[in-house]
């Protein structure tokens, strides 16, 4: 079972950033956070990781809180192209498969 | 230039009938996947290869049998197909297990 508590869905005007959180009190020391996407039809695209500080990309930012008990991915200016279902989720880098849980359904709004 | 191939993209059979579906991945990866996605868009792992040997097998029927004839490769065989067995099913790959994966674009089969 998913280890991560997300809200089924959310809404974001165009061009203005989207913050999803995410759930995951019972996170262990070394476990990540990480987040993929699913846009409608295709694979899952994967996002961004970290495990304990902020990170960013060309993509995102991943704000953890110090606890590490929730995590909150930024798109910071969105587009109609980023309309999906992204999915957050804790792992093991090199030693567990990616549980995928039911994610948040991001819907940009022109 | 795709990292992670599957064909077919669409895949409508008979019950009872034997299909396979291909995986390519041209990343250099050492660990490919196949996750099964049913029609209530749960997306859950099927099989996981570690350079050509099984590693993970989640309780899946054996009328699903995996095959990696190379580290590039994974192919999906399924038996006496069923109704059930209409689904999408992704692959992916990685350079670990666990690590950050790369997906194909599915193979949607539909089960008569």
């Known amino acids: 079972d998913a280890k991560t508590t997300q809200p089924p869905s959310m809404d974001c005007a165009e061009g203005r950033a989207a913050n999803l959180p995410c759930n995951h009190s019972t996170i262990s020391g070394n476990e990540y956070v990480y987040w993929y996407r699913q846009i409608h039809s295709q694979g899952p695209q994967y996002i961004i990781h970290?495990?304990?500080n902020n990170e960013t990309n060309e993509m995102a930012s991943l704000i953890i809180t110090e606890d590490r008990k929730s995590s909150t991915l930024i798109l910071p200016h969105a587009t109609l192209r980023d309309t999906a279902v992204y999915y957050c989720i804790v792992s093991l880098s090199g030693n567990t498969p990616l549980v995928f849980g039911k994610g948040t359904r991001l819907s940009v709004i022109a | 230039d795709t990292a992670v191939s599957q064909t077919p993209k669409y895949l409508v059979t008979q019950m009872g009938n034997d299909k396979s579906i291909k995986c390519e991945q041209n990343?250099?990866?050492?660990?490919m996947y196949w996750y099964k996605q049913d029609s209530k868009k749960f997306l859950k792992i099927m099989f996981s290869?570690?350079?050509?040997?099984?590693?993970i097998n989640e309780t899946v029927p054996n009328r699903f049998s995996p095959k990696s004839p190379d580290k590039a490769h994974l192919n999906l065989h399924i038996n006496s197909l069923e109704l059930g067995d209409s689904a999408v099913y992704f692959c992916a790959s990685s350079h670990n297990l666990g690590g950050t994966q790369y997906f194909g674009p599915g193979t949607r089969l539909l089960v008569l």
């Open positions: 970290g495990l304990k």
């Open positions: 990343l250099g990866h050492d660990t």
């Open positions: 290869y570690n350079n050509k040997e099984l590693i």
